[in-house]
C-alpha cells in the first residue's frame, strides 16, 4: 500500500516560499545608518551573505556525511552517498573565489567610505565559519595564534556556546579515524604485508641512494645533502613500522591520526585499484581536496585583506594579513591524508596480493 502525500491547501507563492522579503530586506547599510551611504557597502553585504549561505549548505552537507559514520559501520552503498556530499562541498568552494573576485571590484579607497562604521565587527565571529572547521576536526591547539586569546572570545555568548559545543562532539576527523581503524585488511590472514612493503621500501630507497652516488652533475655538498633528505624520509618511514617512533611523531605534532588509522589509509591508496578500494579512495582524495580548497580560500582572502587595507590592523582586531597568512598556513585538519604520499612506491615495486586476498577484495553482493 502506498503512503498517502500530504497535499497542500493553498497554492505556494515563490516570494514566500524562498521567504524573500525577510532576505531582500536584509541588507542595511551601516553607513546609509551614519548618513553617508557608500555605494559599495551593499556589495560588501551581500557577498558575506552569499558566503554565510553557502556556509549553511556545507555545514547541512558536513552533518549528513556525520550521520552516516556515527552509526558505527558504514555499507559500500553510505560510502558512496558520503562522497556525494564531500564532492557537493568542493563545488561550492570553487564558487569561493569567484565571489572574491567580485568583492574585488571594490577598491581600498571605495572600502575606507564605510570601513570605519564597521569596527569590532569582522569575520573573526563568524560562528558558522567556526562551525565548519570544528566540525571538521580543527582542535583549539590546531589554530595560529590561540594561545593569545582563545578563537571564539570574540563572539557573543550564544554563538561561544554553540561553537565551543562543536568542539566537543565526534568531528569529521574522528570519525573517519575510527572508521579507518575499522578498515578489514590491515591484517591479511597469513600474509605479512607490512614485511612485504617494508622489503620494497628498502630497495626503492637504495635505488634512491645509488641514484644519488652516481649523479655527476652533483657537487659533493649537494649529494651530502640529498642524502640527509633520504635519511629523514627513511625516518618517516621507520615511525611507520615501529609504534613507538609513531608515537613520538603524534607527541611532536607532526602526526595525528592513529598508527592503525594511518597504515589503513596507506593501503587503500596503494591498492585503490582493488575495487572494494576504490570508493574509499575517493572519499579521502575528497578530504584532501577539501581541506586544500580551505587552505587555498585562506590565502585567497588573505591576499584580498592585503590589498584592501595593506598593514592596517582587521576591524575584528588582528594583525589583518600577517594573521590570515599565517593563519593560511597553519589551520589544516587533515594533512596525515596529505602527507600520506611521503609512503608511496611505485606500482611496480607494491606486493603482489595473493589470490585468495585479490578474491576477498573483489566486490561482493551484499542481501540488503
Ligand atoms: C574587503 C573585504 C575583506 C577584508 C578586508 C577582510 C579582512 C579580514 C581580516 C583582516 C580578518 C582578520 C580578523 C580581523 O582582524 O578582522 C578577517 C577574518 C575573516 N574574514 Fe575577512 N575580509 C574581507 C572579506 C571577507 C569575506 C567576503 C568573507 C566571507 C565570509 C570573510 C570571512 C572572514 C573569516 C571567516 C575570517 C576569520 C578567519 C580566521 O580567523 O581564520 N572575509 N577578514
Not at 652533483?218 to 608515537?247: C, G, I, P, R, W
Not at 588509522?261 to 593501503?267: P, Q
Not at 589544516?332 to 591524508?337: H, I, T, Y
Request: zero cysteines.
Amino acid at each position: 500500500m502506498s503512503k498517502s502525500r500530504p497535499e497542500r491547501k493553498e497554492p505556494l507563492y515563490y516570494g514566500e516560499y524562498l521567504q524573500l522579503s525577510k532576505l531582500l530586506e536584509a541588507q542595511g547599510l551601516e553607513s546609509t545608518k551614519v548618513g553617508a551611504t557608500a555605494h559599495d557597502e551593499m556589495l560588501f553585504i551581500i557577498v558575506h551573505q552569499a558566503f554565510e549561505l553557502w556556509f549553511k549548505l556545507i555545514l547541512w552537507e558536513l552533518d549528513a556525511l556525520k550521520r552516516l559514520f556515527e552509526k558505527g559501520v558504514v555499507a559500500e552503498k553510505e560510502l558512496g552517498r558520503g562522497v556525494a556530499h564531500l564532492e557537493r562541498i568542493i563545488e561550492i568552494q570553487r564558487l569561493f573565489s569567484t565571489q572574491i573576485d567580485i568583492m574585488e571590484t571594490m577598491t581600498p579607497l571605495d572600502f575606507l567610505d564605510f570601513r570605519d562604521t564597521l569596527f569590532p565587527a569582522s569575520g573573526f565571529q563568524s560562528a558558522q565559519w567556526r562551525l565548519i572547521e570544528n566540525s571538521m576536526g580543527m582542535r583549539p591547539k590546531d589554530r595560529f595564534g590561540y594561545e593569545k586569546t582563545r578563537y571564539s572570545s570574540r563572539l557573543n555568548d550564544a554563538d561561544r556556546t554553540r561553537v565551543e559545543a562543536a568542539e566537543l562532539s565526534p568531528s569529521l576527523f574522528d570519525l573517519v579515524e575510527a572508521w579507518l581503524e575499522r578498515t578489514p585488511f590491515i591484517r591479511m590472514g597469513d600474509y605479512d604485508f607490512w614485511s612485504e612493503y617494508g622489503l620494497a621500501v628498502d630497495e626503492m630507497m637504495g635505488r634512491d641512494r645509488q641514484v644519488i652516488d652516481t649523479n655527476p652533475l652533483l657537487t659533493m655538498s649537494e649529494k651530502e645533502e640529498q642524502v640527509q633528505n633520504l635519511q629523514k624520509t627513511k625516518k618517516h618511514f621507520a615511525a611507520l613500522f615501529d609504534e613507538v617512533s609513531y608515537q613520538k611523531l603524534q607527541t611532536e605534532g607532526v602526526s595525528r591520526l592513529s598508527h592503525r588509522a594511518l597504515k589503513a589509509a596507506l593501503l587503500i591508496h596503494l591498492y585503490r585499484d582493488e575495487p572494494i578500494l576504490y570508493t574509499p579512495f575517493r572519499f579521502l582524495k575528497a578530504l584532501v581536496d577539501i581541506d586544500e580548497n580551505f587552505s587555498a580560500w585562506r590565502y585567497r582572502h588573505a591576499l584580498m585583506a592585503e590589498r584592501m587595507i595593506g598593514t592596517k590592523i582587521g576591524t575584528g582586531g588582528s594583525s589583518g594579513h600577517e594573521y590570515l597568512r599565517k593563519a593560511a598556513e597553519h589551520n589544516k585538519v587533515f594533512s596525515d591524508l596529505t602527507n600520506l604520499s611521503t609512503f608511496f612506491i611505485p606500482r611496480s615495486d607494491l606486493p603482489v596480493l595473493s589470490e585468495e586476498i585479490k578474491r576477498q577484495m573483489g566486490f561482493r553482493f551484499t542481501s540488503d
